[in-house]
């Protein structure tokens, strides 16, 4: 009787014996933890690769480089430019062409490159926020949908016990830990979402700091060369 008792309540034996909902509650949290872990690697990737192409952007610029040679570079070998990089590019674009149209002024060509550095500066974050609403969205809805399932379990077990005359503690203990089970995978999807969630946003944070302290400093300097 021990070991029957045990292997009833084994976390195996609870899943496949729980009610078609609550199966489909799990898998559907099973489905989203998998995502969420997929983005939190993907996610993770992306930004320390943003993180090591500014820091090489960082260096070349500040040595001196010639703007129009770093231009002509990073117009050829696009693909690893990096956000702050991207920035330079849309900004110093800007600032070529409106130093090529005559009627533009000092003040005119200066406007049109902050404008053109802002829109870059905006485009890069966008480009690193993409999917990243996906964690939040699995942290904040899974717990609800485990909740979900556990309250479906332990209906589906007092509905069995209705029927009982007397009900006892291992009549009621296997459907309430199966019921149970929904909530702890919920739990184990939003955690890990949870927390990525907020060291990403906390790079990104950083990130646009950089990117926007850049565009000023650049600009500065293009001022100097209007």
Not at 46 to 67: C, K, Y
Not at 185 to 200: C, E, M, T
């Amino acid at each position: 009787m021990p070991n029957t008792a045990a292997t009833d309540l084994s976390f195996i034996h609870l899943i496949v014996q729980a009610s078609v909902p609550v199966q489909a509650v799990m898998l559907l949290l099973v489905l989203l933890s998998v995502w969420s872990w997929w983005l939190i690697f993907y996610k993770g990737g992306v930004l320390r690769r943003a993180v090591r192409q500014n820091l090489r952007f960082d260096e070349a610029f500040w040595q001196g480089a010639d703007l129009n040679q770093l231009f002509q570079k990073l117009q050829d070998e696009p693909a690893n430019a990096g956000p702050q990089a991207e920035v330079f590019v849309a900004g110093f674009r800007e600032f070529i062409k409106q130093k090529k149209l005559a009627s533009s002024s000092k003040e005119a060509v200066i406007d049109g490159t902050r404008r053109a550095l802002k829109v870059g500066v905006q485009r890069e974050l966008d480009k690193l926020e993409h999917q990243l609403p996906g964690l939040a969205t699995v942290a904040s809805v899974s717990p609800y949908i485990g909740l979900l399932g556990t309250v479906w379990g332990i209906m589906n077990s007092f509905r069995g016990l209705a029927s009982v005359g007397q009900a006892t503690l291992a009549q009621v203990a296997p459907g309430i830990a199966e019921a149970l089970i929904a909530t702890a995978i919920g739990l184990f999807a939003a955690i890990p979402a949870v927390v990525a969630y907020n060291r990403f946003e906390a790079q990104l944070d950083r990130i646009n700091v950089q990117l926007e302290t850049f565009a000023e400093e650049f600009l500065n300097i293009l001022q100097r060369q209007a």
